[in-house]
Nanobody
Framework: QVQLVESGGGLVQPGESLRLSCTASGNIFSIDAWGWYRQAPGKQRELVAAINSGGTTNYRDSVKGRFTISSDSIKNMVYLQMSDMKPEDTAVYYC??????????????????WGQGTQVTVSS
């Protein structure tokens, strides 16, 4: 199937920038959609940004103009460039993917693969 691994989390001060990466591995034919989600203590997991195979992006209002999602179909990676970070951005960030898996003539669409999460803390 598919395994996702995030990297790039850490501690930053308000106003600084951070770049998250996520790499997919496994029996992958293609990644059809990517998403970045986050979950703060005591809150539900929320969508931060998403991008599909056609390059269409979607962002939650609170990060528009500050965060940018991008993907690399050859490397099977997705990135989240975060700038002008705020304390409210503090959360565990998770990578999510929908993928077509298989090889030869046998392929299957699979949904909602998740990474293990990476901690992002914004504090002065």
């Amino acid at each position: 199937q598919v395994q996702l691994v995030e990297s790039g989390g850490g501690l930053v001060q308000p106003g600084e920038s951070l770049r998250l990466s996520c790499t997919a591995s496994g029996n992958i034919f293609s990644i059809d959609a990517w998403g970045w989600y986050r979950q703060a203590p005591g809150k539900q997991r929320e969508l931060v940004a998403a991008i599909n195979s056609g390059g269409t992006t979607n962002y939650r209002d609170s990060v528009k103009g500050r965060f940018t999602i991008s993907s690399d179909s050859i490397k099977n990676m997705v990135y989240l460039q975060m700038s002008d970070m705020k304390p409210e951005d503090t959360a565990v960030y998770y990578c999510n993917a929908d993928a077509t898996i298989g090889s030869g003539g046998n392929y299957r669409r699979m949904y909602d693969f998740w990474g293990q999460g990476t901690q992002v803390t914004v504090s002065s």
